[in-house]
């Protein structure tokens, strides 16, 4: 069973939709977790910390529930320049709490 | 602002010749992170420097090494290369904010190499 698990979708939506993505991770002693977005052949770039009490940044909110090992993604209004693949990763563990731990990704398509 | 700068951005090589990926970190970042993304793949860690020490070692293979500069710059060496190192090598920076609770890592634009 992978350690980071997201559905890998592609979720289309047409512009102005909101979406939300879900993630689980297994090991209960991770202690950091973030959203990054991926475009095609770029590199990952951050675009959320995830915190207990939940965090927004403007149309994008995340949400993070230690107790069921879950962390969420919502996008509202969806814009044709949100289409990318998101990584939801968690920071490592007890001994290897600097590396990340990346799910395989969900692909999303907003079409005009 | 400045961001985590590698070299080459592309790199094509034959089997079984060496190849040396270099990372330049954000200003400031004194930890640097290496992270391989094989096609479709999600990426993976190999390992991961501290103030020039090796802080933690993930899934890198025995024919590579990396090492960590006095300017906090980074170097992975491949040698012996084989048509499986094929991938997109990302280094990532951080600034140790709070050590242990794992800091924000940016990442580079990576390094495609190519094992022909």
């Known amino acids: 069973r992978k350690e980071v698990e997201q559905d890998p979708g592609p979720f289309n939506v047409p512009e102005g939709a909101t979406v939300a993505f879900n993630c689980t991770y297994s090991n209960s002693a991770s202690q950091s977790f973030f959203w990054y977005r991926q475009d095609c052949r770029k590199e990952p770039k951050l675009l959320m910390s995830v915190y207990s009490s939940g965090n927004e940044d403007g149309r994008f909110t995340a949400q993070l529930n230690r107790a069921s090992q879950y962390i969420s993604l919502l996008i509202r209004d969806s814009k044709l320049s949100d289409s990318a693949t998101y990584l939801c990763?968690?920071?490592?563990?007890?001994?290897?709490?600097?590396?990340?731990?990346f799910g395989k990704g969900t692909k999303l398509s907003v079409k005009p | 602002a400045a961001g985590v700068i590698q070299s080459p951005r592309h790199l094509i090589k034959e089997k079984r010749e060496t190849a040396t990926l270099k990372c330049y970190p954000i200003?400031?970042?004194?930890?640097v992170y290496w992270y391989q993304q094989g096609p479709g793949q999600d990426p993976q860690f190999l390992i991961s420097?501290?103030?020039?020490?090796?802080?933690d070692k993930g899934s890198i293979p025995d024919r590579f090494s990396a090492q960590q500069f006095s300017d906090y710059h980074s170097e992975l060496n491949m040698s012996s290369l084989e048509l499986g190192d094929s991938a997109l090598y990302f280094c990532?920076?951080?600034?140790?904010?709070?050590?242990?609770?794992?800091?924000?890592?940016?990442f580079g634009p990576g390094t495609r190499l190519l094992v022909l």
């Open positions: 420097f501290y103030e020039k020490m090796q802080s």
């Open positions: 200003p400031r970042h004194d930890t």
């Open positions: 990763v968690v920071g490592g563990y007890g001994g290897s709490q600097g590396n990340l731990i």
């Open positions: 990532a920076s951080s600034y140790p904010i709070l050590r242990g609770l794992g800091e924000t890592q940016y």
